[in-house]
């Protein structure tokens, strides 16, 4: 018999096209990688803590952490990345360990880490057992006090995004969209093959309880990209740096605000293991 798949045949299949090295290098993923350090640096106690990333793909978030001077444990359960998380590692000087598993069977002993980071499983496991496996693995890797950060693609993304740029309009995209907005089931039409492979979307107060429902301490909830995104100059301004500002301020002022999370495509959640 094979080795066990950790991953569905289409996640694998996206992956194996798409480059998670090179998307945190362009357009609105460079303002994700920055906003990301951001948010995981306000949950960072100590000068050097134990962080686990699970779904840590490629090891940017990883390497950074590491030059930090955390001791880093990254997880990926797709080979391609953990092939290049481990170049990565080997050319620091704090090289973090790296893994291929996944986030519902985690390879670590309990009580291990200050920080869990839970980057793509939320939304890549569709089915809600599924999610909370994951949350439970963190839970128990995590030591008494110590906090699980969790990365969600909002249930409006998809709708924000296809109103933006025209795409609504189109059939199978529309479709999708009702899907998400009314069950928070993400499956790509086969005509818009860039799409994320299938997915979960979650609404803001349900992701928070399937963490409380795990006897987690809730913490908050954070808008990653708020509602600066649909600046229709965005990208002009985000190379100017009073125009950067001004929308960092913005995003600043209204990432906590549970009205307007939903203008967000992407949330975290952090929780505190009792």
Known sequence: MGKKRLISREIEFFYSRASEETRLDKGMGVFEFERIKYLIDKY???????????????????????????????IDPVPKHIKKAKERSSSLKNPFQVQLG????????????????????LYHLQNREDRIKAIKEACRIAKKGGVILGFAINYTASTLVGLFHGLLHKESYFKMCVDELTSGVHTPPEEFPWLLAEAYYHRPEELREEFETQELKYLNIHAVEGMAWLDKDYFVRMSN???KKTLMDLIKITE???NLLSFSPHMMIAARKF
Not at 44 to 49: E, G, I, K, N, Y
Not at 60 to 69: D, E, M, Q, V
């Open 256 to 258: 906590n605000d549970v």
């Open 102 to 121: 996944e986030a519902r069977c985690l390879n670590l002993p309990n009580n291990y880490a200050d920080l869990v980071i839970i980057h793509g499983p």
């Open 44 to 74: 960072l106690q100590l000068d050097s803590a134990k962080v686990v990333d699970v779904g840590g793909g490629t090891g940017k978030y990883a390497a950074w952490l590491s030059n930090k001077g955390h001791d880093v444990f990254l």
């Open 241 to 243: 740096e009073e125009d």
